[in-house]
């Protein structure tokens, strides 16, 4: 099975549609996170929500992306045994955050490598991170 074929599978899942966060563990092995704007009513679905409370306290939905994307580093993700972090936002731009809390915005994404679902699952070797660009 093919890269696209094998991502395509994910989709009904949540993966592979922006914006999502990677958390990378060490060179070439990633693990993705789906970010969604409205409630997870499907529990085939995995990932975070965005609510709508959150999006009223900051200034766009990009800073509030960025602001879960620190929530998730401190919350669930603090302490554990990745490198950083990567919340996606398109094809072409990435807000970095590394183990210290450090952040930086990047024109270029994760990408390549063996790609990971929250649950462990091999979603595909090689190729970018994404199916679907809006």
């Not at 704007?37 to 929500?49: N, P, W």
Request: proline letters at 4%; charged letters at 25%; aromatic letters at 14%.
């Amino acid at each position: 099975m093919d890269n696209e074929t094998n991502m395509n599978r994910f989709l009904q899942r949540g993966y592979g549609m922006f914006p999502y966060i990677v958390m990378r563990f060490r060179g070439g092995i990633y693990k993705q996170i789906p970010i969604y704007r409205e409630s997870i009513e499907d529990m085939r679905l995995e990932g975070l929500q965005v609510w709508l409370d959150w999006e009223l306290r900051f200034p766009s939905y990009k800073k509030t992306c960025q602001r879960q994307a620190e929530l998730f580093l401190v919350g669930y993700a603090e302490g554990g045994p990745f490198l950083d972090i990567c919340m996606v936002f398109n094809s072409s731009e990435g807000y970095y955050i590394n183990r210290k809390g450090e952040t930086k915005t990047r024109k270029t994404i994760p990408s390549g490598g063996k790609l990971y679902t929250m649950s462990n699952e091999l979603i595909q070797e090689g190729g970018k991170h994404y199916v679907l660009e809006y």
